[in-house]
């Protein structure tokens, strides 16, 4: 994460992830997906094997779950 | 003071940036922040990665969501917010997969506005006044 005087912004991979266009995101819809620099390292509905996958790459992997497009979320 | 500046994702979902923690054990996630959610949720596999204590009979709370009822455990578990660090008692659903979702627990410790447009930003202020409210 960025951090300048106190202030805290994104860091590049959630910016990245932040900005990733609908399409791409739906391409994950009902999934978990593991990032890292501005990649996506592995996705899947299973949580375990998606970042047992990302961390044979990466030490420290990002975890995100994508919302099934077709669901409307009331949490 | 701690300010954060976030971000909606493109489905329009605002999301924040934490690493949370229990003892060693840490994940990066990108979770939503909910208004609606009276305490920060964490689903079944994110608790089993960070190794959280497995729930005794007596400690089971339910949950009532739009969705029905689940059942939660809760866990003290450490949030990063950049340097900003802070402990929540919060609700484990040991059963079921969901969201990771940052609820109003955390909105006692930040006053946060939202503005989802034309900006797009959500931002979390530690300096209760900042907003002039």
Redesign the interface.
């Known amino acids: 994460?960025k951090?300048k005087k106190?202030?805290?912004?994104?860091?590049a991979d959630?910016?990245w992830?932040?900005?990733?266009?609908?399409r791409k995101?739906s391409k994950y819809s009902g999934e978990w997906i593991a990032l890292k620099n501005k990649k996506i390292l592995s996705n899947g509905h299973d949580?375990?094997k998606v970042?047992e996958e990302a961390r044979k790459m990466v030490k420290?992997?990002?975890?995100?779950?994508i919302?099934n497009?077709k669901e409307i979320?009331?949490? | 003071?701690?300010?954060?500046?976030?971000?909606?994702?493109?489905?329009n979902?605002p999301?924040a940036?934490i690493i949370i923690q229990n003892g060693k054990h840490?994940?990066?996630?990108?979770p939503?922040i909910?208004s609606?959610?009276d305490i920060t949720m964490i689903?079944k596999?994110?608790g089993?990665?960070l190794r959280l204590e497995p729930p005794r009979k007596k400690e089971i709370e339910e949950i009532i969501?739009?969705?029905g009822v689940v059942k939660c455990v809760r866990r003290n578990i450490k949030i990063e917010?950049?340097?900003?660090h802070f402990f929540l008692n919060s609700g484990w659903l040991f059963e079921d997969?969901g969201?990771?979702?940052l609820g109003r627990d955390v909105f006692e410790r930040f006053d946060i506005l939202f503005k989802q447009s034309p900006h797009k930003k959500i931002i979390l202020d530690s300096d209760k006044k900042a907003f002039g409210f």
């Open positions: 994460m951090q106190g202030i805290i912004s994104g860091s959630y910016k992830f932040c900005r990733l266009p609908k995101l949580f375990k970042i420290e992997p990002i975890l995100v779950r919302p497009n979320l009331i949490l | 003071m701690t300010r954060a500046v976030f971000e909606y994702d493109k489905d979902r999301r940036e840490k994940l990066h996630l990108f939503v909910d609606g959610a689903p596999d994110v089993e990665d969501g739009v969705g917010i950049g340097d900003y997969e969201f990771a979702l």
